[in-house]
Structure formats: structure tokens, C-alpha cells
């Protein structure tokens, strides 16, 4: 069900989201319509209904499944067997989630429809902010935007990131002059494999159109506090071009200097010099505001896992409303934010029910022995509930989980995230995105969930066993004070000789931390090595005792003694500050791990080569 407008009439996309939200009930159940007709002869769906279509009959027959249960069917198509396997509609490329299967990316499958569905969503954008913010048609966006690798697979199709998929696409190329596809960046510095040569034009171009900026920002906190760290370390490299009006040797890929130098086309000495001065500053606090002075917001996703870069962001955007437009996955786009300059803690997305059919499965309000420890809620899933919920009959205040049926070959999926009902827009429900099923530690677009962080551990503590040493409790926390942010592991230590733990050294324990990172999934590998998003693995060795005081101060916070466990992901403040007093010795991995890109097995296909 796609609606179509003109990309400039604002007011008509307006209307579209009132008539969406006021009949997202109908609107539901003719998406779902649809999808089973199309789609009710698939290998997949003939298993559960024989053809029929009927919706009591999809709900009672069709499982709720997870990735692993999908998997052998998308592997076939991956290594070359008919699309309708699981979809009546040819499916065009697969699409790499940041969650991890085996270790590798979870692949979804998807459609030319589908990439119809993704632009007319990105639409609403536009008219949901101009309804906050006047004028943002009288200049551009800094966007710093990057593709990702990409590999085909056996049968030919690609398999690439959703964003990657949408750059190289003709929808993102023929994009209409409107307020939020003006940008700064060329496109050829978006589409340029080089992460280090993409960034540095991007900034270089941002820089030189620093008069023209109205909004700064990029898909993920994480990556726009990259980039300004990248311009920490480059800024006077930076400035030298610009007085110039010469791009940097080492930018070799043509299309990037080409597309830049057509920016800078002359040299710039004062603008320069203007750069120069605010760089040169002591602090950076509010650095976006000096060098982007027109800057209205800042456009994060600053939901989820990238809560935690708030504080950084505000530092150095010196306050500036951080806005969290929309709400998507691999699997398929969702929602969108209807009030973009709310806080980031009281961001709501309301979900749009023509983009699939939405089911919930209830999830308990809140695991008490982790909060209590923690001061942070965490939901888990009852195993009494298995009955789902309709989209327009999820309760205010309850907690589910997300489960999707998609035009392109999902039936029934758990997506993995928890949400919890905020209120309702007309009809359609609004939801804040708690966190994700059983991930423990995330940076950037890495999720590890508590059973690879104890796989990791497990390796890595066999390396003591060698010098009379034993692992006796352990638990992690994203530290995100720096950036890159990295993972911190604390370890607790018992010698079974004589020797003092407070005695190991480098030797004994950088080991330790490259192992822990070698055992890790190939996202996280990805973002250490590759994209240099994660900075190295720290394990910090706590003093003996120092997890019995953990547990008293959790059970002073009101948690049972006879039901404590030992929280696996650290959040709370004071929990951190009572590890960090105990600390005698800190050491990092010295070395990325190995990283390789993803390929799919297959008789006689080889796993790729080892990426640079």
C-alpha cells in the first residue's frame, strides 16, 4: 500500500499521516490482506495455510519465529533457488542486519516495492519537521552519510546494509530538491569505499558551505561524534585546503577530489582563518554552533544504545535540540517522531501501519533485580504470553515486543526490540524504544547479548589458567567517555599460588583482551577493525571482594539477596564508581582482530578475502 504526493506539497504528506493514523486499524488488516494474497502460494506460507488466506487461520497456524528458523529458507535463496520460496515478488538484494546469526550478520530479504515503500516513508519526514522549524528550505544539511562493504552472493544477488542499499540507489540519486535532500556532501563523497577519504571531503565540503548550514548530522550518534573527533585530529589539514583552494594528495579517489574541487573552487584564506580561530580554541564545547552558526538542530538517532552519547553530543553542540526522526531496521522501516523536538528521553515514534502488518508480544514491565542494581528498566518476556497483540490494541504503559509481517518475505518475525506504549495519534499507537532482546554492550552498530559476551570470556579466562589463575566473577559496561567509545570488561582474579594479582602484567593480560575480542561477532570485528568505530577492548582487574561489595550495594538498593545475580552490563553511576574504586590494573588489546568479509557458504564458494 503505497500513497503517493508531490515531494514538495508538504501539506498533502500532512494529511496522508492523519488518514494513515485515523484508520490504522483497516489500514492493518488490508496489509496483511494483501500480503497473504500475494504471497499465500510461497514454500513457506503453503507449509502452515495450503493457499488459504484467511487472517484467524494465519494467526493460529503461522509460528512466531526468530532469525534461526528462517534461515535455511533464505541460505537457499542466497545460493541460488526462485525467490518464492518465500516471496511471490522477486526479491532484489538482501539486506545485512546488525544483529548477528552464528556470528554473521543476519541477511533480510528484499524488493524493488520495497525500496518504493522506504522513499515514500523518508517523504514524511520533510513536512513533520517544517511544521517545528521555519525556513530550513533557505539552506542545506551537513549529512555525513557512508556506504558500507558489500558482497554478491552465489546466486548474484548483493548483500549489503539497508543504508548502503539506499545510497547506491537511483530513488537516493534522483532525490527531490527539497529541504532534507540538500546536502553539503556530493553524492560521490557519500558513495566513496574509503571511509577515511569519504569523511574527510564530506567535512571538507561542510566546512566550505559552513554559511549554508541549517542542520547538521548523520544516521547515528556514534557517527557524528566520529566525525567530529575526525575533525579534531584534522582541522588544520582541513583549513590548509581551503586557504589553498587545493584538495590533499592523498585524496586518490578521483570522483571524490573532482566532486570537491568543484566546491572548492578557489581559495578561501578568510574562511580559513575564521575555521582556524574556532578550532584552535581550548575547549570545543559548542563547536557545531561556531563553526555551523545557522546550525538549528542536530539529526541523531539518539534512541536505544545511543542514549549514551547524549551528554557528548550536547558538549559539543552546545545544546542544540537533538532530533530522533525515525524508527527503523533492516527488516523494515517503522515510524516516525511527530514531535522531532521533544527530549531525547521522551522520544515516541508512531508507528505507520501501511509499511507491514505489526504484531506485539507482551513483555513484563520490569526484571526487579535488575533495576533495583541497576536504576535502569529492563522488561523481559513472560513465558505465559504467547498470544500476541493488534496494533490498535496494545495498552498505554505495557511493554511488548515487536513482531512483523513484511511485503517481502517475513512472516511473523520477532524483530527483538522492546517497546512500550507512550500514547496514541488518532488511532495509531506511539511507542519509546526501550532496548534490544538480550543485548548486553553496544557501541556503534554492534550488539553483543550476554551469551557471546560469556563465549568471549570463556576463551580468554583459560589464558589465566596457565599461571595458576582463576576467573571468579566478571561484568562489562560501553564506555563511551571517549570516542571511539570502547567495551570494558572488569575482572576479578584469584591466584591459587602466591602471586599477587595485583602483580599481572601486560604480558599476561593484553592476551586476555585480544582473545575477548577475537571471539566476538563479525559486526563488532567490522567496527574495531575496519571502520575504526570501537576503540580497544579494556579489562580493568578488581581488588578480591569487590564483587560481594557489588552485590551488597545492589541488595542495599532493595534487591533480594536469595535472587541476586551478578548483572553482566553495568549502567548505574554508583555501580560503576564502586568497580572503578577497586581497579589495580587496566590493559587493552594492543591489536584489531581479525575481520573478514562476510560470505555465504556454499559447494565450492570460498569465504572472502580478509578485509584491509
Not at 522549524?133 to 542545506?140: E, I, R, V, W
Not at 539497508?162 to 556532501?185: A, D, G
Not at 569519504?198 to 571538507?204: G, K
Not at 560503576?576 to 590494573?585: P, Q, T, Y
Request: glycine residues 6%; hydrophobic residues 35%; proline residues 5%.
Amino acid at each position: 500500500m503505497l500513497w503517493t504526493s508531490d515531494p514538495n506539497d508538504g501539506e498533502n504528506y500532512l494529511k496522508l499521516i492523519e488518514e494513515l493514523t485515523t484508520n490504522a486499524g483497516q489500514i492493518q488488516q488490508e496489509v496483511l490482506k494483501q500480503i497473504l494474497q500475494r504471497n499465500a502460494e510461497t514454500e513457506y506460507l503453503s507449509e502452515f495455510l495450503g493457499g488459504n488466506t484467511d487472517k484467524d487461520l494465519f494467526k493460529s497456524k503461522v509460528p512466531v519465529v526468530n532469525y534461526e528458523d528462517i534461515k535455511p529458507y533464505i541460505e537457499r535463496i542466497t545460493n541460488g533457488e526462485p525467490s518464492h520460496i518465500i516471496s511471490a515478488e522477486p526479491i532484489s538484494e538482501l539486506l545485512t542486519s546488525s544483529g548477528t546469526s552464528g556470528g554473521q550478520p543476519k541477511m533480510m530479504p528484499s524488493t524493488l516495492q520495497e525500496l518504493e515503500r522506504k522513499t515514500f516513508f523518508y517523504s514524511l519526514l520533510v513536512p513533520v519537521m517544517n511544521k517545528y522549524l521555519s525556513g530550513l528550505d533557505q539552506g542545506k544539511g551537513m549529512y555525513l552519510l557512508f556506504v558500507k562493504p558489500e558482497i554478491s552472493t552465489p546466486s548474484g544477488l548483493m548483500a549489503r546494509p539497508v543504508l548502503t542499499s539506499y545510497y547506491k540507489s537511483s530513488n537516493f540519486r534522483n532525490r527531490p530538491s527539497n529541504t532534507f535532500c540538500i546536502y553539503t556532501s556530493p553524492d560521490e563523497t557519500i558513495l566513496c569505499s574509503d571511509s577515511k577519504q569519504s569523511m574527510y571531503c564530506q567535512l571538507l565540503c561542510g566546512l566550505i558551505q559552513r554559511a549554508e548550514v541549517l542542520r547538521v548530522g548523520a544516521v547515528f550518534a556514534s557517527a557524528f561524534l566520529r566525525a567530529i573527533k575526525f575533525l579534531e585530529g584534522h582541522w588544520q589539514e582541513l583549513c590548509s585546503n581551503i586557504r589553498t583552494g587545493q584538495v590533499s594528495d592523498w585524496i586518490t579517489d578521483q570522483s571524490c577530489r573532482e566532486s570537491v574541487l568543484r566546491i572548492l573552487d578557489r581559495p578561501y584564506s578568510e574562511l580559513a582563518d575564521t575555521i582556524e580561530s574556532e578550532c584552535g580554541q581550548r575547549s570545543w564545547k559548542g563547536i557545531i554552533k561556531k563553526l555551523w552558526p545557522r546550525t538549528k538542530y542536530v539529526d541523531v538517532i539518539v534512541t536505544g544504545s545511543m542514549a549514551q552519547y547524549i551528554p557528548t553530543l550536547d558538549f559539543y553542540s552546545g545544546g542544540l535540540p537533538l532530533v530522533s526522526t525515525m524508527y527503523a531496521s533492516s527488516e523494515c522501516y517503522f515510524g516516525i517522531n511527530l514531535k522531532p523536538l521533544s527530549k531525547p528521553s521522551e522520544v515516541s515514534y508512531t508507528l505507520l501501519p501501511n509499511m507491514a502488518y505489526f504484531e506485539f508480544l507482551p513483555v513484563e514491565g520490569g526484571h526487579e533485580e535488575e533495576s533495583r542494581c541497576n536504576g535502569v528498566l529492563d522488561p523481559k518476556r513472560s513465558e505465559l504470553q504467547d498470544e500476541t497483540v493488534d496494533l490498535v490494541n496494545v495498552k498505554l504503559g505495557h511493554f511488548y515486543e515487536l513482531v512483523v509481517t513484511t511485503f517481502t518475505g517475513l512472516y511473523r518475525y520477532r524483530v527483538g526490540d522492546i517497546l512500550m506504549v507512550t500514547g496514541f495519534h488518532n488511532k495509531a499507537p506511539q511507542f519509546r524504544f526501550v532496548h534490544r532482546r538480550n543485548v548486553v554492550l553496544s557501541i556503534d552498530t554492534d550488539k553483543t547479548n550476554e551469551e557471546d559476551l560469556l563465549g568471549a570470556v570463556t576463551k580468554a579466562k583459560l589464558l589465566l589458567e596457565e599461571l595458576d589463575c582463576l576467573l571468579t566473577e566478571y561484568t562489562s559496561y560501553a564506555d563511551t567517555s571517549s570516542i571511539p567509545g570502547h567495551y570494558v570488561l572488569f575482572w576479578e582474579i584469584q591466584t591459587r599460588g602466591t602471586n599477587d594479582v595485583s602483580k599481572l602484567d601486560s604480558t599476561v593480560m593484553e592476551p586476555c583482551c585480544s582473545t575477548v575480542e577475537e571471539s566476538l561477532d563479525s559486526v563488532y570485528r567490522r567496527c574495531r577493525s575496519r571502520d575504526k568505530s570501537i576503540g580497544p577492548l579494556e579489562i580493568r582487574v578488581v581488588k578480591q571482594g569487590t564483587f560481594d561489595a557489588l552485590m551488597d550495594f545492589c541488595v542495599s538498593r532493595g534487591s533480594s539477596v536469595n535472587q541476586y545475580k551478578t548483572p553482566r552490563c553495568i549502567k548505574s553511576k554508583e555501580a560503576l564508581e564502586l568497580l572503578n574504586s577497586r581497579v589495580v590494573g587496566n590493559f587493552f588489546s594492543s591489536k584489531p582482530p581479525h575481520w573478514q568479509l562476510y560470505r555465504i557458504p556454499a559447494p565450492g564458494f570460498i569465504v572472502g578475502a580478509v578485509s584491509r
